[in-house]
């Protein structure tokens, strides 16, 4: 009965596609339902076929481990090292250290920290926007004072030297005054405004 199992086992034992290591297994299993312990310990040492399997093991083994290409793992990146791959020096600016010396406390992965990236740009050209906003209103208005100024100075410079020009007016003097009266003495009421001469 032995001999019938183990030709069926070594006729395919020859096939290089072979398990060896189910081969023995599936062999132990049929010494071990035949044999008592004793006597399969005796048949293992002492069986030809059985050191044969062994040894074809051993040298496919050895073979097999000699072939493999040790496998080499990529060092695993994190997500910040991932973003600064696309978006190199994003962090360099002085402005967003803080940022990113934050964003380092926390387990963040890329799309989050893009999101704040994006966030950090817009807030960015927010600020821009503002500050040249209002820098123009503020260059308006100078050129709106300047403009005031001029005019006040050309109205003090040009004021008629006519008869009125000794005379302070009073509030209840212009107020009496018509249209005509008032445009003719509006250059010399307008300095006087100017001097806080006018009661």
Do not use: W
Request: charged residues 25%; aromatic residues 6%.
């Amino acid at each position: 009965m032995q001999n019938q199992q183990f030709n069926g086992i070594s006729s395919s034992a020859v096939t290089p596609q072979i398990n060896y290591r189910n081969i023995l297994e599936q062999l132990v299993l049929t010494l071990a339902a035949n044999a008592q312990q004793e006597q399969l310990a005796k048949q293992l040492g002492n069986n030809e076929q059985i050191q044969q399997l062994i040894s074809a093991f051993n040298e496919t083994n050895k073979v097999n481990q000699n072939n493999v290409a040790p496998q080499v793992q990529a060092p695993v990146q994190s997500p910040l090292e991932l973003f600064n791959q696309e978006h190199p020096g994003f962090f360099e600016k002085s402005s967003r250290e803080d940022v990113l010396k934050y964003i380092r406390n926390f387990d963040m992965d890329k799309d989050e920290i893009s999101k704040i990236a994006k966030m950090i740009e817009t807030l960015e050209n927010s600020a821009v926007d503002s500050y040249l906003k209002q820098s123009v209103h503020d260059r308006t208005l100078n050129d709106e004072n300047s403009a005031a100024k001029s005019k006040l100075t050309s109205y003090a410079q040009n004021a008629s030297l006519d008869s009125n020009n000794n005379k302070v007016f009073t509030r209840e003097e212009i107020g009496k005054m018509s249209g005509d009266e008032f445009v003719k003495n509006e250059k010399l009421i307008m300095e006087q405004v100017r001097q806080g001469l006018i009661k």
